[in-house]
DNA sequence: CAGTGGTCTAGACCACTAC
DNA sequence: TAGTGGTCTAGACCACTGC
């Protein structure tokens, strides 16, 4: 096989690879020892290649598992319209969810302003994370107020907290301001979704608000190459 | 100076040499190799270090220029409730525009199904960037149908196009939908940002309806640790 | 335990920027 | 032209995963 002097080449061949099917979404690559060794590139270079393709979405790593060529794209509400179960199964995809934790604690010092909790106060902290497809995506770190959401803990808390809040709670109108920015995984959130730390998100950031106040903090982390945002306005 | 035989330790260096301070933002880091011998490490080790402190969000690169530290994120609402210069001059910061090309021409297919075009039908394209505080971090590329926007391109496009659309064409309620991704630059793209082929960016699309008709495709390129998106929604 | 990616060294040359 | 980051080689050892 003739080498393939840059990094460029290397992500060409195997973008191309990719895009004829040949490695199909989800397919492990070849171990990047064994695309030196083929392709007669050192394994900097192989790795460079690897990098640059991640950066365009088209193929994500498993923390010391090996690289995998990325599924298409999910498209989601973040005003959450509709429950995200409904959006995932309108376009034929499956969604896994799984609770990390649920308990009370106090939360980070930015959320105990949002929620203008008193020093010490706990709220209802739940931790999740989701997969679409069988790839885990999504964490997602929620924080609600005890005195709005009373025994919330004893509930079921693997489906939609939306629906709960609606059906449970009767909070059928909600204002919601939501933040969206990019942000690195910190260590820990890395190791639920077993990329690396660092490994670049989409964090969204929803604030609940019930006549006016603030009773819920919701924060998403969706690894960046994953999720499509969409939604509506007006003016 | 004792060696920093970790890339971690050599980010987390230049991490407290920036929080305390010394390194204030908007200013240069020394150069990689000035920071391979001061700190005793392999240059590789270095860039790493770059690379990692780059996907916090700390530093930014121009490229093959050198490496700067990052201001603070602009925050910004997509929905254009408010007109982006006065969002800027609310937070006491300088916006700049420049307009790099406004003529008819056919646009890329996925916006002549947006905007439901005939096969080779021209629209007037607009394509503008800007910066935030002399660093170059949005790049837009809008499209017009000319039967909605006649003339267009004979007026002053430096300002706000939404205000435009408002005043001159008495455009005053507009659908909005919005979808938000993670992409990376072309490198066309990136010429315009100074930055390197494939920066990773928060792509905007906005699709303008007017009468459940779709008039304006806008499209934006920001730099992925430069804004925030903050909207409103209600459910 | 074998195989994977993650980290690291000590060099080298190239393309481009700023002056 | 000097200095920058960008690319590349040919090795090495480590930490972790999966069997």
Same mark, same amino acid.
């Given at each position: 096989?003739?080498?393939?002097?840059?990094?460029?080449?290397?992500?060409?061949?195997?973008?191309?690879?990719?895009?004829?099917?040949?490695?199909?979404?989800?397919?492990?690559?070849?171990?990047?020892?064994?695309?030196?060794?083929?392709?007669?590139?050192?394994?900097?270079?192989?790795?460079?290649?690897?990098?640059?393709?991640?950066?365009?979405?088209?193929?994500?790593?498993l923390?010391?598992?090996?690289?995998?060529?990325?599924?298409?794209?999910?498209?989601?509400?973040?005003?959450?319209?509709?429950?995200i179960r409904?959006?995932a199964?309108?376009?034929?995809r499956h969604l896994h969810t799984e609770l990390l934790s649920a308990r009370?604690?106090?939360? +980070?010092?930015?959320?105990?302003?949002?929620?203008? *909790?008193?020093?010490?106060?706990? $709220? &209802?902290a739940i931790s999740r994370r989701r997969a679409v497809d069988g790839r885990w995506v999504l964490l997602e770190l929620c924080?609600?107020?005890?005195?709005?959401?009373?025994?919330?803990l004893?509930e079921d808390l693997t489906g939609s907290l939306?629906?709960?809040?609606?059906?449970?709670?009767?909070?059928?109108?909600?204002?919601?301001?939501?933040?969206?920015?990019?942000?690195?995984?910190?260590?820990q959130q890395a190791q639920h979704l077993h990329v690396?730390?660092?490994? +670049?998100?989409?964090?969204?950031?929803?604030?609940? *608000?019930?006549?006016?106040?603030? $009773? &819920?903090?919701e924060r998403e982390y969706w690894l960046?190459?994953a999720?499509?945002?969409?939604?509506?306005?007006?003016?």
């Open positions: 096989m003739t080498p393939l002097s840059t990094y460029h080449a290397v992500a060409a061949r195997l973008q191309a690879e990719i895009r004829s099917g040949e490695l199909a979404p989800g397919s492990k690559l070849p171990s990047e020892r064994q695309l030196c060794e083929r392709l007669g590139v050192s394994r900097v270079n192989a790795r460079d290649a690897m990098h640059y393709l991640e950066g365009q979405g088209l193929i994500y790593r923390n010391r598992r090996g690289w995998y060529v990325a599924p298409s794209v999910f498209i989601y509400d973040p005003t959450r319209s509709h429950s409904d959006e199964q309108a376009h034929g009370q604690e106090t939360p +980070p010092q930015a959320v105990v302003s949002l929620l203008q *909790l008193a020093p010490r106060e706990a $709220v &209802a924080y609600f107020r005890n005195d709005a959401f009373p025994r919330l004893e939306t629906a709960l809040a609606r059906q449970r709670y009767g909070y059928q109108h909600r204002e919601l301001v939501v933040r969206i920015a990019s942000s690195p995984l910190s260590e690396r730390d660092g490994s +670049p998100a989409l964090r969204l950031e929803r604030e609940v *608000l019930v006549d006016g106040r603030c $009773v &819920a903090v960046h190459d999720i499509e945002m969409q939604l509506r306005g007006h003016t």
